[in-house]
């Protein structure tokens, strides 16, 4: 789970966005009212809870509450109307569309960020400077063979290799687990676990036989007591760094992740919802900055502008192929950047 804490100190101090407004300008703004209720990705709350403080200096009298139940959570009270926005650290699933699609919840998909989950060891471990996929799941899986640094290495120290995570209630696990263990794996059950991020620095910084990871952000934050290594990319063979470049790209993978708001349709018809979320898409980068996210591409931010702005509502990550017995959902496997585009649509009416 994502440190909420501390990015959201740098957000709820007066802020640029925030602009002085004519006399007229202000009694619009005193004017609007009405409330924006958001629940879902702990991940994505610091994006959010950023925008909404923001908002709220400008538009007093609109009341956006901002709820952390993690991405599933947040899609189950969504899929049937229960919220206007839906905060996700992944695309939708088929189940969850079909949900949507049952309920006639129809929706607006846009990505407001990029995160990169960062494998952190201790700065005085000098033997790790890359690690495949594989060595992740022999150190972090229940039947993994790697106990000892010298599991994966025998040049490397005999010494226990000290587990740390998120819990497992963090979209930040969820997403890891699906990378490592997939559907059937399970994690081994001696990891330190912790939902505050703080814990987890302080435990690799103090062993130097520990790992741990958490998303970019919170790595980029505490480059001055932890380091990162590495991951080979699967498909390239290249080990590469977590770095807001490589995430962008994709050439940090398998574990970089777009992070998403999905909008409900009807929710915009109200004036204060759609301010609210032409307000948040407008300066989302900056949001993103602030609590120590990476920026969408230039091309994927003025793709959600244009989605929100037409009203393209459904998602690029679910294709639907008809059978005899009804759609069977399955997930489009492209990045961000090919994904997301009006063509691959598909929507839920």
Same mark, same amino acid.
């Given at each position: 789970?994502?440190?909420?804490?501390?990015?959201?100190?740098? *957000?709820?101090?007066?802020?640029?966005?925030?602009?002085?407004?004519?006399?007229?300008?202000? !009694?619009?703004?005193?004017?609007?009212?009405?409330?924006? #209720?958001?629940?879902?990705?702990?991940?994505?709350?610091?994006?959010?809870?950023?925008?909404?403080?923001? =908002?709220?200096?400008?538009?007093?009298?609109?009341?956006?509450?901002?709820? %952390?139940?993690?991405? /599933? &959570?947040?899609?189950?009270? $969504?899929?049937?109307?229960? @919220?206007?926005?839906?905060?996700?650290?992944?695309?939708?699933? &088929?189940?969850?569309?079909?949900?949507?699609?049952?309920?006639?919840?129809? $929706?607006?998909?846009?990505? #407001?960020?990029?995160? &990169?989950?960062?494998?952190?060891?201790?700065?005085?471990?000098?033997?790790?400077?890359?690690? @495949?996929?594989?060595?992740?799941?022999?150190?972090?899986?229940?039947? /993994?063979?790697?106990?000892?640094?010298?599991?994966?290495?025998?040049?490397?120290?005999?010494?226990?290799?000290?587990?740390?995570?998120?819990?497992?209630?963090?979209?930040?696990?969820?997403? $890891?687990?699906?990378?490592?263990?997939?559907?059937?794996?399970?994690?081994?059950?001696?990891?330190? *676990?912790?939902?505050?991020?703080?814990?987890?620095?302080?435990?690799?910084?103090?062993?130097?036989?520990?790992?741990?990871?958490?998303?970019?952000?919170?790595?980029?934050?505490?480059?001055?007591?932890?380091?990162? !290594?590495?991951? %080979?990319?699967?498909?390239? &063979?290249?080990?590469?760094?977590?770095?807001?470049?490589?995430?962008?790209?994709?050439?940090?993978?398998?574990?970089?992740?777009?992070?998403?708001?999905? *909008?409900?349709?009807?929710?915009?018809?109200?004036?204060?919802?759609?301010?609210?979320?032409? $307000?948040?898409?407008?300066?989302?980068?900056? =949001?993103?900055?602030?609590?120590?996210? %990476?920026?969408?591409?230039?091309?994927?931010?003025?793709?959600?502008?244009?989605?929100?702005?037409?009203?393209?509502?459904?998602?690029?990550?679910?294709?639907?192929?008809?059978?005899?017995?009804?759609? %069977?959902?399955?997930?489009?496997?492209?990045?961000?950047?090919?994904?997301?585009?009006?063509?691959?649509?598909?929507?839920?009416?």
């Amino acid at each position: 789970m994502k440190n909420i804490l501390q990015p959201l100190a740098m *957000v709820l101090a007066p802020t640029a966005l925030v602009l002085a407004l004519t006399p007229a300008a202000s !009694a619009q703004a005193e004017a609007l009212r009405g409330k924006v #209720v958001v629940d879902g990705s702990s991940t994505v709350y610091p994006i959010t809870e950023a925008a909404a403080a923001a =908002f709220r200096k400008e538009f007093p009298n609109v009341n956006v509450t901002v709820a %952390v139940s993690g991405t /599933g &959570g947040g899609f189950k009270r $969504f899929a049937i109307g229960e @919220t206007d926005i839906s905060d996700a650290s992944r695309p939708i699933k &088929g189940k969850e569309f079909k949900k949507c699609a049952e309920n006639g919840v129809s $929706f607006i998909e846009l990505p #407001v960020a990029l995160d &990169g989950l960062s494998i952190v060891l201790n700065p005085n471990n000098d033997w790790v400077k890359q690690l @495949t996929v594989d060595q992740l799941k022999a150190i972090y899986l229940e039947d /993994g063979k790697a106990r000892k640094w010298s599991d994966l290495n025998p040049e490397w120290p005999n010494e226990t290799i000290k587990v740390y995570s998120p819990g497992t209630d963090s979209g930040t696990f969820d997403y $890891f687990k699906e990378v490592v263990a997939g559907k059937t794996g399970s994690f081994r059950p001696d990891m330190s *676990v912790s939902e505050d991020d703080n814990v987890l620095v302080t435990g690799v910084s103090g062993d130097k036989y520990a790992i741990g990871y958490f998303g970019a952000s919170y790595y980029f934050e505490n480059k001055d007591k932890i380091r990162a !290594a590495a991951i %080979v990319n699967p498909k390239t &063979g290249k080990a590469v760094m977590p770095t807001p470049e490589n995430v962008i790209s994709g050439a940090y993978a398998p574990l970089s992740r777009p992070l998403f708001i999905y *909008v409900n349709e009807k929710s915009l018809r109200r004036p204060a919802m759609r301010k609210f979320v032409e $307000f948040y898409m407008e300066n989302a980068g900056t =949001f993103a900055k602030k609590v120590q996210y %990476v920026p969408m591409s230039p091309k994927v931010a003025e793709t959600a502008k244009s989605f929100l702005k037409k009203r393209r509502t459904g998602t690029v990550f679910v294709m639907a192929e008809m059978h005899e017995g009804g759609p %069977v959902y399955s997930k489009r496997e492209q990045p961000l950047d090919k994904a997301y585009q009006e063509a691959n649509l598909l929507d839920t009416k």
